[in-house]
């Protein structure tokens, strides 16, 4: 299976909370992992996937919920909604619909930028500044490409 428009690792993406930022990275590969699975491949990758995601999105519900950071809800239903999407994507490929996969992971490469731009990002500062009382300063490599 191939896909037009294959998710990519890009510096921009980095937010400068290091543990965010390896879930990020290992967000990146799991969804070009979906994105380009054969057939055979696309149930052990997609429960690699919600595997990831499980861990990813609590590991940051949970730093919200911790630091009761303020304008966490919106955050957490986020997050609950690509999981329940993920879900329902499992119940159809167990059923035999292997080619719902590709659509769930072209989903999820055009949804997470958005997601790690206005909402991550927020939580990337807010966890820094707790951390260290300062903002991030991300270094990133390649901006001009
Ligand atoms: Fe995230
Ligand atoms: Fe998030």
Same mark, same amino acid.
């Given at each position: 299976?191939?896909?037009?428009?294959?998710?990519?690792?890009?510096?921009?993406?980095?937010?400068?909370?290091?543990?965010?930022?390896?879930?990020?990275?290992?967000? #990146?590969?799991?969804?070009?992992?979906?994105?380009?699975?054969?057939?055979?491949?696309?149930?052990?990758?997609?429960?690699?996937?919600?595997?990831?995601?499980?861990?990813?999105?609590?590991?940051?519900?949970?730093?919200?919920?911790?630091?009761?950071?303020?304008?966490?809800?919106?955050?957490?239903?986020?997050?609950?909604?690509?999981?329940?999407? #993920?879900?329902? #994507?499992?119940?159809? #490929?167990?059923?035999?619909?292997?080619?719902?996969?590709?659509?769930?992971?072209?989903?999820?490469?055009?949804?997470?930028?958005?997601?790690?731009?206005?909402?991550?990002?927020?939580?990337?500062?807010?966890?820094?500044?707790?951390?260290?009382?300062?903002?991030?300063?991300?270094?990133?490599?390649?901006?001009?490409?």
């Amino acid at each position: 299976m191939s896909t037009e428009a294959p998710i990519e690792w890009t510096d921009r993406l980095l937010l400068g909370y290091a543990e965010m930022d390896a879930e990020h990275r290992d967000f #990146v590969v799991c969804v070009r992992a979906l994105q380009e699975a054969e057939p055979a491949q696309v149930a052990d990758r997609l429960a690699a996937f919600a595997d990831h995601a499980r861990r990813h999105f609590g590991a940051e519900n949970a730093w919200m919920m911790d630091t009761e950071f303020p304008a966490r809800d919106c955050h957490i239903d986020e997050h609950a909604a690509v999981l329940k999407s #993920v879900e329902e #994507v499992q119940a159809l #490929v167990a059923l035999g619909n292997t080619a719902i996969v590709r659509s769930l992971a072209d989903e999820l490469a055009r949804w997470f930028p958005g997601h790690a731009d206005y909402l991550d990002s927020a939580l990337a500062a807010w966890m820094s500044k707790r951390r260290w009382n300062a903002k991030p300063v991300v270094l990133r490599r390649n901006i001009l490409e």
